[in-house]
């Protein structure tokens, strides 16, 4: 099946840090790769789609020079959380379509992120 | 209203039992129809995937999609311990990488 590979899978930093997350496609390349901020026990929120080639279309509410997104290849994105504080701590995740707009979502296992 | 309502539980189950998930939307234009299973601190695994309307069957699991109510169902079979997990459904429109999820139902099967 397919497979989508998220780096680092823990995070812990100081106030101030900027870190970057990776999300990777292992098998099937994707033109297209989501990231999504979830808090506990809540559900999924979409924080923005990360197209390959072009820039990302972020969601609403989310600042964009904040959570900076690179899809600099079929295979990767990146989410740079920058000068994150502690309110930036969540569980960040991302996921890819193996195909077409018609095929579902395929999930990392995400990063949870912790600012001291 | 939300797209799609799905009551986050807690459900508590004894191993062995039927268990039966569901969520309900208002888009009429969903055409695809998926539930995904969340462990605690891991990403969502897809478990079912469907499009339009009918059953679908994989091991333990059936998915059911009833576009005339707007209602779709998930069912697992002789559930296990192994079974606990957050369960979200997840639909999206033809032609559309966007998919809307469900709040999630936190599913335990006690042993």
């Known amino acids: 099946g397919a497979v989508v590979s998220q780096h680092p899978s823990r995070v812990i930093c100081k106030s101030g840090t900027s870190v970057k997350i990776e999300c990777r496609s292992l098998?099937?390349?994707?033109?297209?790769m989501f990231w999504y901020r979830q808090f506990p026990k809540q559900s999924l929120m979409l924080m923005a789609t990360?197209?390959?080639?072009?820039?990302?279309?972020?969601e609403q509410g989310v600042e964009k020079d904040k959570f900076l997104i690179n899809h600099a290849s079929l295979t990767l994105s990146t989410l740079t959380v920058t000068s994150a504080h502690p309110e930036d701590s969540s569980f960040y995740i991302c996921?890819?379509?193996?195909?077409?707009?018609?095929?579902?979502?395929?999930f990392g296992d995400g990063t949870r992120l912790s600012i001291l | 209203q939300k797209e799609v309502e799905q009551d986050p539980g807690p459900l508590s189950v004894p191993e062995g039992a039927i268990v039966s998930l569901n969520c309900t939307y208002s888009?009429?234009?969903?055409?695809?129809f998926m539930w995904y299973r969340q462990y605690s601190r891991k990403g969502p695994e897809l478990l079912m995937y469907?499009?339009?309307?009918g059953n679908k069957e994989d091991g333990r699991f059936t998915a059911q999609v009833d576009k005339s109510s707007k209602y779709i169902s998930l069912f697992i079979r002789d559930s296990q311990p192994s079974d606990s997990a957050t369960y979200l459904c997840?639909?999206?429109?033809?032609?559309?990488?966007?998919?809307?999820f469900g709040a999630g139902t936190r599913l335990f099967v006690k042993a």
């Open positions: 469907t499009y339009s309307s």
């Open positions: 098998d099937f390349q994707a033109t297209t």
């Open positions: 997840a639909m999206k429109e033809t032609g559309g990488f966007k998919t809307i």
């Open positions: 888009n009429s234009a969903f055409q695809y």
């Open positions: 990360s197209n390959e080639g072009s820039k990302a279309t972020y």
């Open positions: 996921s890819a379509p193996a195909g077409d707009s018609n095929q579902p979502q395929h």
